[in-house]
């Protein structure tokens, strides 16, 4: 996908499961089984999307998925499916781990910096030897510290080994021209979304403010989130700005839809196929 001088591709990291009523909060079950149906034991699919962008001379790695470090019963229980890897995925595009130059995580979540870091040799290395890994210095304080509401989304392992290469940010930054991160508080403290601008287009990698097309719904929210008011704040902010500026959104667990523009109609946030607006599903 061309954005002006930017080539971006979707990568996939496979699927994994969570349940259900964490996905939707206070939204009932009749509901959102309509959207997701759920599996034996509420759960329901989510993938796990990342994406590959060219800036420049400079490869960009955004999210890395759920990564291969974990045991039968962590698998049993999120249901991993790696019917794609995203190692794989970054092969089918000629890029190699020591190719990426810049990895940038919205957030330290299991299921969005499982390939920050590998297994070799008996060791946990980074996967990417020579790329510089961009986080919230907040999200990373509290990622080594979570409470006890939140422990069970964080993995040491996943991530801490590529410290050395980490570059800490305090706030809303531009990483390199044209790509630039915002600071959107709710799911967690400092969550950051990821912007694309080029030649008056631009895509946004939205993170888990909006983590599939359904919540795109104001009140559509995962009970997962720790600020859920901000959160609400923050979709009323952007998703309306999202709609009028035309810009592509980058959902991070719809494998159905990816990738969407937005519009709004009577005061709703839905997705715009092929030229038209459909109602967000």
């Known amino acids: 996908m061309k954005l002006g001088r930017l080539q971006l591709e979707v990568l996939s990291d496979g699927a994994f499961a969570l349940d259900g009523g964490q996905m939707f909060g206070v939204v009932p079950k009749p509901l959102w089984e309509k959207e997701l149906p759920s599996d034996n034991r509420n759960r329901v699919r989510l993938g796990l999307i990342c994406l590959l962008v060219k800036v420049g001379d400079k490869t960009v790695l955004i999210e890395t998925g759920i990564g291969e470090q974990f045991d039968a019963k962590f698998a049993d229980i999120y249901a991993v499916d790696h019917f794609k890897s995203l190692p794989s995925e970054l092969a089918r595009c000629g890029v190699r781990p020591d190719d990426v130059d810049i990895v940038i995580n919205t957030h330290l979540h299991f299921d969005h910096c499982g390939w920050n870091t590998r297994r070799e040799n008996g060791k946990t290395v980074p996967t990417f030897p020579k790329a510089r890994y961009f986080i919230q210095r907040g999200e990373w304080d509290h990622a080594l510290n979570p409470n006890e509401r939140d422990r069970g989304s964080y993995r040491e392992d996943f991530f801490v080994e590529a ?70 704040a923050g979709k009323k902010r952007l998703l309306p700005l999202l709609a009028k500026q035309g810009t592509y959104v980058i959902f991070p667990h719809d494998d159905r839809t990816p990738v969407a523009r937005l519009v709004e109609v009577e005061g709703e946030i839905r997705i715009q196929q092929r030229g038209a607006a459909s109602e967000a599903h």
């Not at 021209?177 to 799911?187: K, N, Q, T």
């Not at 969550?191 to 694309?196: A, E, F, I, K, R």
């Not at 895509?203 to 104001?218: E, G, K, N, Q």
């Open 163 to 232: 410290e050395n290469q980490t570059e800490f940010l305090d706030g809303n930054a531009e990483i390199l021209p044209g790509l630039r991160v915002e600071v959107v508080p709710g799911h967690v403290r400092d969550l950051q979304c990821v912007w694309l601008e080029s030649e008056g287009e631009s895509a946004c990698f939205i993170s888990d403010l909006v983590p599939m097309t359904p919540h795109l719904r104001y009140p559509w929210m995962m009970s997962f989130d720790l600020y859920p008011l901000e959160t609400l």
